[in-house]
Each structure stands twice: as structure tokens, then as C-alpha cells.
């Protein structure tokens, strides 16, 4: 029969393992916890770093793309900006001998027309046209008069593939500076704004 000191021994004993077992497996989950919050905490740096160096070339992307709206602007004296006209801002110009022609073409920063002419000086402007309606003005390019073959007109935003556009011929109040306000859109005798269309293909 054990003693009392035995019992005491025994049970210290007892007490001592379980508490050590209980301590190891605490310190093991722990180690767990740490590790997966080291492995979390480098992958979120990892993430945040990509996501900087992302945000870091959508700014120079950004910036290169103003300075060369701005090229655009000082070459051809065209204010860039993509502003969608009011048909009833100015009456139109009307011309019996404009015309225009163009094809369906790559999708770019370019508008190309084949053939236009101009009874008086004036602009080849390239819109973006939905359901037959002239929408945003994407550029626009000084001619005088006379008839011309191979021509394009730079774009302060891209073409997209599938997309319809139109390329009008319009007028200049003299200034020979682009403004949507003042160089109209050019008309037949009829009344049919002078323009011609293109859908943006795959390149």
C-alpha cells in the first residue's frame, strides 16, 4: 500500500508531465501561428510591392500619354479634347463639291482616308459613331482646299477593334485652330453632314 509520500511523489509527477506536455503543444501552435503569420506578412509585402510598381506605371503611362496629346496639340494646333459636340451649337457649312472616302482599317491612334476634297479650307476631324449620332471627338487635321489621297489624322485615344467610327469633313472660321464650337461639320445641298465611316479591325 503506497504512503503518503508516494502519493504525493506520484501525483507531482503526474502534475509535472502533463503540465510539460501541455506547455510543448501551446509552444508548438504557437510556433505555427508565428510561422504562418511570417509567411502572411511577406506575402502581403510581396503584394504591395506589385501593387506599387503597378500603380507607379499607370502614372507614367498616364504621363507619357499627356505629353503626347500635348505634341499633337503644338503640331496641329488641335485642342484635344475628346468633348462631344452639340448639333445645335452652329448652323452647318454646306458644300456641293466635298466628299470623303475611307475603309475599314486597324485598330489605332491613327484614322486613315483615302480620298477628300475640300472646296475651302478646313479640317478632317475623326469622331467615334454610334447608332448613325457623331459621338466624342477623337483628332482632327487642317487641309486647304483642294483634293487629297492617303491622309490621316492623329487620335488622342485609340480605336478599339469592332468599334464604328466616322471621319467628317468641316469647316475653319480662319484661325486655322480647331475648335468644335466654331469649325462645323460641312453639309451637301441636302443637308447630309459629308463623312465617312470605319469599323476598327483585329490587328
Not at 508531465?17 to 510581396?46: M, P, Q, V
Not at 475640300?118 to 449620332?133: D, I, M, Q
Request: neutral net charge.
Amino acid at each position: 500500500m503506497l504512503t503518503e509520500t508516494q502519493k504525493m511523489i506520484i501525483v507531482a509527477v503526474i502534475g509535472f508531465g502533463l503540465g510539460f506536455g501541455g506547455c510543448f503543444i501551446w509552444l508548438s501552435g504557437k510556433d505555427a501561428r508565428l510561422a504562418k503569420s511570417i509567411g502572411s506578412i511577406g506575402e502581403n509585402a510581396t503584394n504591395t510591392e506589385a501593387a506599387l510598381k503597378g500603380a507607379m506605371q499607370e502614372k507614367v503611362d498616364s504621363l507619357k500619354e499627356q505629353i503626347r496629346i500635348k505634341e499633337q496639340e503644338i503640331n496641329t494646333g488641335v485642342t484635344a479634347t475628346l468633348e462631344t459636340p452639340s448639333s445645335a451649337s452652329v448652323a452647318s457649312v454646306i458644300s456641293a463639291t466635298a466628299s470623303i472616302s475611307t475603309h475599314n482599317q486597324k485598330a489605332g491612334n491613327k484614322a486613315y482616308v483615302d480620298n477628300v476634297t475640300f472646296s475651302s479650307p478646313g479640317w478632317l476631324v475623326a469622331y467615334e459613331y454610334t447608332g448613325g449620332k457623331l459621338g466624342r471627338i477623337l483628332g482632327a487635321y487642317y487641309r486647304g482646299v483642294g483634293t487629297y489621297s492617303n491622309l490621316d489624322v492623329d487620335l488622342v485615344k485609340n480605336t478599339v477593334a469592332g468599334s464604328t467610327y466616322a471621319v467628317v469633313v468641316s469647316s475653319d472660321d480662319g484661325d486655322k485652330n480647331y475648335d468644335y464650337r466654331k469649325d462645323v461639320p460641312v453639309v451637301d445641298s441636302s443637308g447630309k453632314t459629308i463623312l465617312a465611316t470605319f469599323t476598327a479591325l483585329e490587328n
